[in-house]
């Protein structure tokens, strides 16, 4: 597993403040009047999307307060992750978030004492789930602002729990309809199910990974109490409104 730690963005004008010259008066003065740095806090990143792990960890890594480590979702460990010693580990759902809930399950075993917190791009039963049954330190859309993101590390880093607001509907929606508390993603696996695809199939079609798309199939049976493609195709057709044709 390889972690990757990104430079922080004000690297390059620490060094070139660094080269001015001081008299001894001002750098006692400066000495003096500097404020205590604040303590630092190590996080890591595992999401199978690299772009998007690189990008929040330079972020994070330009923040004075923050030592930051990406890794691939599917390459990572729980145990090399806990030998880090990080304060607040950050796991991506992207579009599998059966798939992250199973790793920060493994992860949360491992590390009891572990802050663990899930980034997706939309609401999620599952994710919300894991949230409240496995102490997880909560969840946070990717839709949140910059700072509003930098608000809810540090609310999560003092222990507090995060959720995004309307997750109350979103799990009573899901109670309602299994199949419509379904994720898009899911949605989409399931109506290949229905036509006959095989699991290579919808990973070519989709455009993910087999074992993406095992998750996700996974996760369905799980949501609709199936154990079964068929089963779940009629949980499926009885789930729509009836035709006004």
Not at 23 to 51: F, K, M, N
């Amino acid at each position: 597993m390889q972690f990757q730690k990104p430079a922080a963005a004000g690297d390059g004008l620490r060094r070139a403040a660094r080269r001015l010259p001081r008299s001894g008066a001002a750098r006692a003065s400066a000495a003096a009047s500097a404020p205590e740095p604040p303590e630092a806090r190590h996080l890591v990143i595992v999401d199978q999307r690299r772009l998007i792990a690189d990008a929040l960890a330079a972020w994070l890594a330009s923040r004075r307060n923050f030592s930051v480590m990406t890794c691939s979702l599917e390459d990572a460990s729980a145990s090399a992750i806990t030998a880090l010693g990080a304060d607040l580990v950050i796991v991506g759902a992207g579009d599998a978030p059966g798939q992250a809930v199973r790793f920060a399950e493994g992860l949360r075993a491992t590390a009891p004492e572990l802050r663990i917190l899930l980034i997706a791009d939309a609401q999620d039963p599952e994710l919300i789930d894991c949230v409240l049954n496995l102490g997880i330190a909560g969840l946070v859309l990717t839709t949140v602002s910059a700072d509003d993101l930098a608000v809810t590390l540090d609310d999560v880093l003092r222990g507090n729990t995060a959720l995004p607001p309307g997750w109350r509907v979103t799990l009573n929606d899901a109670l309602r309809d299994p199949v419509a508390g379904l994720s898009v993603r899911q949605q989409e696996v399931l109506s290949l199910l229905a036509q006959g695809f095989s699991y290579d199939d919808i990973a070519a079609r989709l455009v993910i990974s087999l074992n993406t798309v095992k998750f996700h199939v996974h996760t369905i049976y799980l949501r609709l109490g199936v154990s079964n493609r068929v089963a779940a195709i009629n949980r499926m057709k009885s789930a729509k409104p009836p035709s006004h044709g």
